[in-house]
């Protein structure tokens, strides 16, 4: 049976490949955010625990276009274990948004100090 099959102008995945998980797969945001087109993407677990990480990574990209779809697992969830972990998640994006927007905030940074001295620089 074929993993995958043409599918008009890209690829249908039936069953699932295997990967090295949603701290890898965002490392490949910014290049998948370029492609003209949809990029959908499944999330595979055996508990409610395991589903929590994948909205918890979601949430970690500071990325609000995940917010949709945190939302939705929130609403419809059969889980209120998962319900609680993707309200959760969505209540941390500002969070995760300053973070990432500090850490990107290379203008600021003074190389004649150390990084826990840059840390306590206002931007």
Do not use: H
């Amino acid at each position: 049976m074929p993993r995958m099959a043409p599918a008009g102008q890209g690829m249908l995945n039936g069953i699932g490949i295997q990967n090295p998980g949603i701290d890898a797969w965002r490392g490949t945001m910014p290049e998948l955010s370029t492609l003209p087109v949809p990029v959908w993407g499944s999330a595979v677990g055996t508990t409610a625990a395991e589903f929590a990480l994948v909205a918890k990574g979601l949430a970690a990209s500071g990325d609000t276009k995940y917010q949709a779809l945190l939302q939705e697992v929130a609403t419809q969830a059969p889980s209120s274990k998962l319900q609680r972990y993707a309200n959760q998640s969505i209540d941390l994006f500002a969070k995760y948004q300053e973070r990432i927007r500090i850490l990107n905030a290379t203008a600021d940074w003074d190389a004649s100090l150390n990084a826990e001295e840059n840390q306590f620089i206002e931007y």
